[in-house]
C-alpha cells in the first residue's frame, strides 16, 4: 500500500455504506481498503469500456491472423471463401483444420 494517500470524506447513504462493509467483511480488509478497491475497480472498468472499440480492433486483427494458419472448411451456411466474407465468418460455423509444416497434407 502507498505511504502516500490523501484523506477525503465522503458520504453515503446508509445502504450503499452497509454494503460497502458487507465487501470488506468477505475480503477481510478494512472499509478504507474496500472503498479505495472499489473505485479502483470502476476507473479500471471506465477505462476498458472508452478502450472497448480499440480493444475488438486488436482482438479481431489477432483472430485473423491466427485465422489465415487454417484452412477453412464452410458449413452449408457459409460457402464464400473471399477474403471479404471474414467478419462474417463468425456468423455461422467452419470446420477449421491446418497444414502440417512438414507436409502439403492437411490435418
Do not use: W
Not at 480488509?29 to 478497491?37: A, L, P, V
Not at 489465415?68 to 477474403?83: E, L, Q
Amino acid at each position: 500500500m502507498s505511504t502516500d494517500l490523501r484523506s477525503v470524506t465522503v458520504k453515503f447513504q446508509r445502504a450503499m455504506f452497509e454494503q460497502i462493509q458487507v465487501i470488506a467483511e468477505k475480503r477481510g480488509e478494512t472499509t478504507s481498503d474496500t472503498i479505495r478497491y472499489l473505485i479502483k475497480r470502476g476507473l479500471d472498468e471506465r477505462i476498458y469500456e472508452e478502450n472497448a472499440d480499440l480493444l475488438a480492433m486488436i482482438i479481431r486483427e489477432q483472430v485473423e491472423l491466427v485465422m489465415d494458419s487454417y484452412t477453412v472448411f464452410p458449413t452449408f451456411r457459409n460457402t464464400d471463401h473471399s477474403r471479404k466474407v471474414t467478419a462474417k465468418m463468425f456468423d455461422a460455423r467452419v470446420s477449421l483444420c491446418r497444414t502440417s509444416k512438414n507436409t502439403d497434407k492437411v490435418s
